[in-house]
Every structure is written in structure tokens, then in C-alpha cells.
């Protein structure tokens, strides 16, 4: 046994509920051989390691569920099948070039298109079980029944912003700029997540970069019609001074739902968001600490959630949320979404600095009440307490 792991639930109650905390522990521990022990119901839960650069060790793990104000206790120890063998984990592999595909509990959840022909990479599919997609499929597929093909450069779940030093990196239109993967950092797959650190170019039509990204994303094992991902945004001004433009055009995190999800069919999909506004009137250009997009696909009800991080600049963000099937999180929209184009909330990064957005998606079953939104939405911003106590040496 190599140590105590106590977690207080705290206010809220939690539910697939991602948890990281950091100890201290011998530096031959083999790290790929750790489980947690639950001493509350005696059984092992699938635990997730790696080493900092100070030498400390931070553990990753999903709690299924706790009452708020409850404790539990876990035991870490070592075990000769680690916990790769306890569950099927997250898995990344290249199935095609510029093609990344995320396996989660051993099915597809979703793949990350960034070859070179992409104008602006994305996740698409994005499937809530398997054969239940919650993304428009055009254009990257065409003639599918009963699709809309308005604003093709809604893609699936991506990243853009109009009016980057005045570059159109939201839309595919004349003289748009691009958004370019340069590379990843950081792949990895495990048993409770996966996922991958990328360095991206955002550059005007002929491909001269105004700025650059670092872009992690990371997908949990949670259940189907339960995924979680986080997906955070750090731009870098490394270019010179970088200005991005007051405009309702862009979503740094963004979603395109299937066309029977939206809003604006009759028997359609539902917006609501964190603080009770309801379809498109009280919702788009409004601030909220999270949106969610739900509707009928297939023979179900599912959603989709997008969350905005308590730390990010300019929190709650603004939503640029509409009935055709989109919904962004856009805070540089200030003068559009209250209507006064002389209110303009331009915003500025310094030469040489950096600024971070973190994010949170939900894919889930049914609206955003029985898909448990709110409940998530504090296991992000407000995760349980984790403390660490070292067994006794002797």
C-alpha cells in the first residue's frame, strides 16, 4: 500500500466525475501497475499516472458517484495487472492520415480531423453510443436525409474566431485565414483518459500566421451517452500584438448538432442554459456558465453540453447559441449581442504574452435536466477535495 486517498463530495453531489490530485511517491514505484482501492465497498477502480517534471505524481480517476457532503477513502496500491486490465480505456490511434481516432470504453466516440486539406480542425463524428451520432454530418458527408447545408464551415465540435488582426478565421468564405496543426506535443491513451497536447498556426489567407495555439484535449472514460472531454485553448501572441475583433462570428468552442436537434423544427431539439433561459430569445448573446443543445436522434433524446471554466477571461461567457443547430462560446461578441455596435469589447493580447480558456463538453442522454448538466457543470468548476496521506515507514 502506498498511501491514503480521502475525497470530500463537498456541496455538490458527484456523478461520473473526473478527479485529479497530485502526491508524492518512490521514484521506482512502476506507475502503469497502480489501482485504487475503495475501502467503502472493497473494490478496485481503474487509476491513471504519470510523473511531472518536479518528480511528483498526478492521478487521474472517475468518481461514479457520491451524495454531497459524503467522504470515501481509496488505498493506492500495486497490483501485476495495473488497471489497464480492469476496464477498456481511451485509446488514440491514426486511422487515416490527418485523422485521429478516439476509442472510449472500446467504441468509437469521436475522431479528430486535422490533415492538411482542413481548413480549421474538428471532432467529427461525435457519437453519444454507437450508431447515435450528435453532429451534422454535411458536408462532410452529402445527401444525408433531412440535413440542412447552410454554413458549411460548421463542423462538427471545433475551434474559430472571426477577426483575428482583422482575419475572417470563422468562416470559409473569399480571403479566409486558416487554422493549421503544426504538430503534436503530447499523445497518449489509458484507462480513465486519453488524449493529446497539439501546437496549432492561426494565419491569414496566405498562410502567414498572426498567431499560434496550444490546444489539449482530453476525453475521459465515462459511459456511452455520458462522455466528457475537456478541451482548453491557450493563443499565443508570439507573432506581435494580437487583436480579436468584437464580433458575434466565432465560438473558441463551438458545436454543430445533428439537423433533427434543432431548434427550429417543429417537433425539434431545446436550448437551455446555466441560468434558466430557454430556447433561442433567452439564450443567444446571453451569459451563461454553460449552454446545452438537446434533441430527438434516431429513436432518443440526447444533448450536447458546453461548459465555460470559472478562470476563463470574461466569465460567464456569451453564447452564440441559434435554432439551426449551432451553439458557441463566444465572449468577444459584446456589441452584437447587446446591440449596440459603439459598446465594442475588442480584446487584446500583448506581444509575447499568452492568455488560456478552458472548457468542458457533455454528451448525454436526454435534456439538460435528466442528462444531469448543472451536476456537471460543478464537477468542473468546483471538483471534489482529494487530501493524501503517506503510509508509515518503518
Not at 6 to 11: F, I, K, R, V
Not at 47 to 53: I, K, S, V
Not at 324 to 351: K, Q, T
Request: net charge negative.
Amino acid at each position: 500500500m502506498l498511501g491514503t486517498l480521502t475525497l470530500n463530495a463537498g456541496w455538490h453531489d458527484r456523478k461520473g466525475c473526473p478527479v485529479k490530485t497530485t502526491v508524492s511517491l518512490p521514484d521506482d514505484v512502476d506507475l502503469t501497475k497502480l489501482v485504487l482501492w475503495n475501502l467503502s465497498d472493497g473494490k478496485a477502480v481503474p487509476l491513471q499516472a504519470w510523473r511531472t517534471d518536479d518528480g511528483d505524481v498526478e492521478l487521474a480517476w472517475i468518481l461514479d458517484g457520491l451524495e454531497a457532503e459524503e467522504t470515501v477513502a481509496y488505498e493506492i496500491r500495486e497490483s501485476d495487472a495495473g488497471s489497464a486490465a480492469l476496464v477498456d480505456g481511451v485509446e488514440l490511434e491514426e486511422s487515416a492520415p490527418g485523422k485521429l481516432r478516439i476509442n472510449v470504453g472500446g467504441t468509437h466516440f469521436t475522431t479528430y480531423n486535422y490533415g492538411a486539406d482542413v481548413v480549421r480542425p474538428y471532432l467529427y463524428p461525435v457519437m453519444a453510443e454507437p450508431g447515435v451520432g450528435v453532429t451534422r454530418n454535411w458536408p462532410m458527408i452529402d445527401g444525408v436525409a433531412g440535413e440542412t447545408n447552410d454554413h458549411p464551415h460548421h463542423k462538427g465540435i471545433y475551434t474559430a474566431q472571426d477577426q483575428i488582426n482583422g482575419v475572417n478565421n470563422w468562416g470559409e468564405n473569399e480571403g479566409h485565414g486558416w487554422i493549421i496543426q503544426k504538430e503534436f506535443t503530447r499523445l497518449y491513451s489509458g484507462p480513465v483518459a486519453g488524449g493529446f497536447t497539439a501546437e496549432l498556426e492561426w494565419t491569414d489567407v496566405d498562410k502567414v500566421a498572426n498567431m499560434t495555439e496550444t490546444r489539449r484535449i482530453t476525453f475521459y472514460n465515462t459511459p456511452t451517452g455520458e462522455r466528457v472531454f475537456d478541451w482548453d485553448v491557450t493563443l499565443h501572441a508570439s507573432e506581435g500584438e494580437v487583436t480579436i475583433g468584437d464580433t458575434k462570428e466565432g465560438g473558441l468552442l463551438t458545436a454543430r448538432v445533428a439537423s433533427s436537434m434543432d431548434a427550429g423544427n417543429e417537433n425539434g431539439g431545446w436550448i437551455e442554459n446555466g441560468v434558466g433561459g430557454k430556447q433561442e430569445p433567452e439564450t443567444w448573446g446571453k451569459r451563461a456558465p454553460w449552454c446545452d443543445y438537446s434533441g430527438p436522434v434516431g429513436e432518443g433524446w440526447y444533448g450536447i453540453a458546453l461548459m465555460d471554466h470559472p478562470d476563463n477571461p470574461r466569465h460567464p461567457t456569451f453564447w452564440h447559441v441559434r435554432n439551426y443547430g449551432l451553439m458557441g462560446a463566444n465572449c468577444f461578441g459584446h456589441s452584437d449581442f447587446v446591440g449596440n455596435p459603439e459598446d465594442r469589447w475588442d480584446f487584446v493580447i500583448p506581444a509575447g504574452e499568452s492568455v488560456t480558456w478552458k472548457y468542458r463538453g457533455l454528451i448525454h442522454k436526454g435534456d439538460a435536466s435528466t442528462g444531469d448538466v448543472g451536476l456537471h457543470y460543478h464537477a468542473f468548476a468546483s471538483p471534489p477535495e482529494v487530501s493524501f496521506k503517506a503510509p508509515r515507514r518503518r
